[in-house]
């Protein structure tokens, strides 16, 4: 009996060793080859409406490519991690995107204020990180002038933004006083207005009133009062979240201030129009990229009739990244292994590539793209017009 | 001179929302010590279920009004028999009743979040011309939202100082225990708190939401009417309207003669030289004489 027992168990042993070793030949069999590609993004929190306007069109496009058969055998896999809209949130996912899931690149963050901390962290991690509209200049190149190796980014950058809107507010809108509000916690909005300020005084201009107010804040009619008062006719406030110039564009109005307002790429999403489209009409808003561009009119129908959500820049911009590193990878799969290294070292090198809004060169030195072209629009009728194109020089 | 009494209407304006905010929190806080982080996560709540009645169920202002004062009331009431009683039962320590409410805050707001998106909606009112006294202009918005905020304020206060309802919560603002030993019944008490609680956000909520815009951060303010109870004294409602009004009208005095940069580094540099020289706030009483 027990010796029988003892057979049994004997047996049995066996049997699941047998199992043990056909199951690990059989994952081996089955295990794809997947890189992992992170996305850090605002599903909650005050700038919630970027997430979810771009996740659906980052995973359609990752879907697409799977379904082509990947890249080089290998499978894509897109993860997607909120951010709650804070520079604290965006750190800790981004460490667990390098740690935990160990992936070969990274997309984001959308606001310099979280681009910066990540920059230094992508550089210690050896892992490259897209980000997508973090235009300040210090999220490439650190205050001392170092490049960061690993941080890229497919938007323009803050100086060459502030220098066109001082350039068009001057010479084309003849405005002379103009007036900041400044989003002050925010590097996006800080940098942009230094940039306009050195270049419309450069020009000749004035800037009557410098007003700051934080995130978060909805009145401003205190600082409008102000402005009003200083006799300012140009209002620049490049704001990152569009509700700061909503909100700013409702209470000018209360308190019967007609005064230009100029803003920047941050502040360009349909959501504006919706909120404070008639006090908007005439103002000026220079961006990127624009979805009332008509190349953009079958892709933005299709996403809406899809996913039931409009797109907006973020998601073009998103889609950009996403692009960029795709090339990254489709290169260093040729040369090799597709290691976060080598995708790295192909997208610093990228020249003419064709990604989703524009074809994009990436400048080595500053891990800039080159020559994005610059749109000024001005919102007529409740809706965006473009009204020219600035070229880089 | 015009620009100093701009600024000082707009304070007013400002400050009687901090009012509205901040009494809700006194209330709380007089009877059950401890801060009701939930109330930002109530007024968005308020703010959301008027929308909703009004752009899609295409209600009337009143009925939409009254229909998110209900709702508001249900969602207070549940969270307080949820979250709270079950503390309060176990006797919790008052810490661990505030850590429940920033739970029941995050829950609220994240669901809203997840419903209606995070994108920042006008209200669908028409929006009205301000009145020009000269060149200051009175928003007509912002008369309407003071009457409503002060008579609301005013039944409040008949409510506790002429019924025996109001004698048993300012019975349990001195002492909940002895109260609750002299037959006042702790949990209709609490019922009655977050009734009202439900319909001071919910009205907060709608007139913050016609006032700037709909979104489910839009309670981010209501750390200014902490602010605004903490300075009057925290626990006393007159105390609260009068420090709402005070960091109201010293918020936009800061921006326009100061810089509005700072406003922030004002309101808080405020709070800690009140409670330096006045621990209790401004009007704080002691113990016996709380409400």
């Known amino acids: 009996m027990e010796k029988a027992m003892l057979l049994g168990t004997k047996k049995f042993g066996l049997v699941l060793m047998a199992l043990v070793l056909l199951m690990s030949l059989l994952t081996g069999c089955q295990q794809e080859k997947v890189l992992k590609i992170g996305y850090i993004t605002e599903q909650t929190g005050v700038d919630a409406y970027v997430g979810p306007a771009s996740v659906p069109a980052l995973q359609d496009h990752v879907d697409k490519i799977n379904a082509e058969g990947g890249i080089g055998g290998y499978k894509l896999e897109l993860i997607v991690y909120d951010t709650r809209s804070e520079v604290t949130d965006a750190v800790a996912v981004i460490k667990r995107l390098f740690d935990q899931d160990k992936a070969v690149a990274v997309i984001g963050p959308s606001w310099s204020a979280a681009a910066i901390p990540i920059a230094d962290i992508a550089d210690a991690a050896k892992v490259p990180v897209v980000a997508t509209t973090a235009s300040n200049v210090n999220v490439t190149v650190s205050e001392t002038g170092q490049l960061h190796p690993y941080m890229f980014r497919v938007c323009f950058i803050d100086p060459y933004q502030g220098y066109a809107q001082a350039d068009f507010a001057y010479n084309k809108l003849g405005l002379r006083k103009a007036a900041l509000l400044t989003d002050i916690a925010s590097p996006y909005t800080v940098g942009l207005h230094q940039f306009f300020k050195d270049h419309f005084i450069e020009l000749g201009g004035e800037i009557v009133a410098e007003e700051g107010y934080t995130q978060g804040d909805a009145e401003f009619r205190a600082q409008l009062a102000k402005i009003k008062d200083a006799g300012a006719d140009l209002l620049v406030m490049d704001a990152y979240t569009y509700k700061d110039v909503g909100l700013a564009a409702q209470q000018a109005e209360a308190l019967g201030l007609k005064i230009q307002i100029m803003s920047g790429d941050g502040v360009f999403v349909p959501e504006l129009l919706e909120m404070a489209g008639p006090q908007l009409e005439g103002a000026i808003v220079t961006t990127g990229v624009s979805e009332s561009a008509p190349e953009f009119a079958e892709f933005n129908t299709a996403f809406e009739a899809k996913h039931g959500i409009k797109a907006n820049i973020y998601t073009y911009y998103g889609l950009d990244a996403l692009m960029m590193i795709e090339y990254g990878i489709r290169e260093a799969v040729k040369k090799g292994e597709p290691t976060p290294q080598a995708i790295r070292d192909a997208i610093e090198t990228m020249t003419d590539v064709q990604l989703f809004t524009s074809k994009v060169t990436m400048d080595p030195e500053t891990h800039n793209p080159l020559k994005k072209p610059l749109l000024i629009n001005t919102i007529k009728n409740n809706e965006w017009v473009l009204l020219e194109t600035f070229q880089p020089k | ?291």
């Open chain 2, 1 to 291: 001179m015009e620009l100093f009494i701009q600024q000082l209407v707009s304070g007013i304006s400002i400050g009687a929302i901090y009012a509205l905010l901040a009494v809700g929190y006194a209330l709380v806080y007089s009877v059950y010590n401890f801060t009701n982080w939930a109330f930002d996560a109530f007024m968005a709540f308020g703010a959301f279920m008027a929308f909703v009645a009004i752009s899609s169920l295409a209600m009337p202002f009143w009925l939409a009004m009254i229909l998110s004062i209900i709702l508001t009331i249900i969602l207070s009431v549940g969270s307080e028999s949820l979250a709270y009683r079950p503390l309060r039962e176990r006797k919790a320590p008052r810490l661990f009743m505030m850590i429940s409410a920033m739970g029941v805050n995050l829950a609220v707001v994240n669901i809203i979040n997840l419903i209606f998106g995070g994108t920042f909606r006008k209200f669908p009112v028409e929006s009205v011309q301000p009145i020009f006294v000269g060149n200051v202009s009175i928003g007509r918005m912002d008369l309407i939202a003071g009457a409503i905020s002060f008579g609301v304020l005013a039944l409040l206060w008949l409510f506790l100082y002429r019924t025996r309802w109001g004698l048993g919560i300012r019975a349990s603002a001195i002492d909940i225990q002895t109260a609750s030993l002299m037959g006042i019944n702790n949990n209709a008490v609490a019922i009655i708190i977050f009734i009202i609680t439900g319909v001071l956000s919910s009205i907060a909520g709608v007139f913050y939401g016609i006032k700037y815009a709909v979104f489910p951060m839009m309670g981010i303010v209501t750390i200014k009417a902490m602010i605004a109870s903490i300075v009057g004294g925290l626990g006393s409602l007159p105390a609260a309207i009068v420090g709402s009004m005070i960091l109201g009208v010293l918020e936009t005095l800061v921006s326009g003669y100061i810089s509005s940069s700072y406003r922030d580094l004002f309101s808080f540099l405020f709070l800690i030289i009140i409670l330096l020289f006045f621990p209790n706030g401004l009007m704080g009483k002691n113990v016996d004489e709380k409400l």
